[in-house]
């Protein structure tokens, strides 16, 4: 019997492998998708995320950048980190850096596929798709069966749900911030990710082709190629509201934990924290422990992103956005840094 079997094997379940084999589990990961596996992300890894890469051992190559700007069709705001760089990368590239890590360390992905119907639990195990452990990670994305299948899902919140959509342009980039650009129903997230290439994700509740939704930024539209580097890529809905990232001896990590929304960028460092937790709850058997280890690793961003996202769900507060950013810079800048 090994001691962690990880379902999913995106950039939370390997972080979570990679955190147990560091420490000496005995750590199985779960995957049926050939790697690399692509994702409709923003890819940009905040300075917190960054140093929890280093610190796993995980080197890819990205384009840094040192902050954030918030752009309309009248203002900007922009505020730098004070602690470090963020790095753009791609999310194939990302992939593959944590793949490589797990691999050196010796961690296994096998070509299985986990969900609640071959999940089995009792009081000292988890049996999953024929394989036994004494924990599971459930790492299983924004959608995952085995959260649904748990009965962990709570209700969606009233309001329109909200979609992602990413295309990646060839282009230099313009500037060393993510530029995030506002619209009246929708934001279009600028993200550096190479010498030569930009990722730009569009946020919003209205359906509609990537075209329709990217008309809503002229002076954006205006910067890039008139083709995409790459199709697009969808996600969806966000917001995933979750009873609790445990039961027994099923541990919920990444988007699988829950989703408030990709409005603060900082879904791949809250993830990498909470792995980190997840090995140590383990490690000393005492599951019980991580729903407040999770709680405290994802306050503040589901704090700051919820207030963020609740005055932008307001039609009389969301204009003033951008502008108040803009007139009150120190306040923009500790947001920002207390996201970094």
Known sequence: MIDLLVAGGGPAGLATAIHAARAGLDVVVAEPRPGPVDKACGEGVMPAGVRELAALGVTVEGRPFRGIRYVDTRRQAEAHFRGGTGLGVRRTALHEALA??????????????????????????????????????????????????????????????????????????????????????SEAYVTPVGPDLVGVAILTADRGTYERQLAAFPALSARLPASAATATRGAGPLR???????????????????????????????????????????????????????????????????????ARDRPRLAPGIVPAAARFPALFSAAVNLLA
């Not at 969900?115 to 798709?129: I, N």
């Not at 069966?145 to 980039?173: E, M, N, Q, S, T």
């Open 100 to 185: 490589r890590r797990a691999a050196e360390l010796g961690v296994p992905v096998v070509p299985l596929r986990v969900d609640a119907r071959t999940l089995r639990h009792d009081r000292d195990r988890v049996t999953a798709g024929g394989v036994t452990a004494r924990y599971l990670a459930a790492a299983d994305g924004l959608h995952s069966p085995i959260r649904r299948g748990l009965g962990l899902d709570l209700p969606p919140p009233g309001g329109a749900a909200r979609y992602g959509l990413r295309r990646h342009f060839a282009v230099a980039p313009w500037t060393d911030c993510v530029e995030v650009h506002w619209a009246e129903r």
């Open 240 to 310: 995933q509201r979750v009873r609790s990232p445990v039961a027994g001896r099923v541990l919920l990590v990444g988007d699988a934990a829950g989703y408030v929304d990709a409005l603060t960028g900082e879904g791949i460092s809250t993830a990498l924290a909470a792995a980190a937790h997840l090995v140590r709850c383990v490690r000393a058997d005492r599951p019980q422990d991580y729903g407040d280890a999770w709680r405290r690793a994802s306050r503040r961003h589901r704090t700051l992103t919820g207030a963020l996202l609740w």
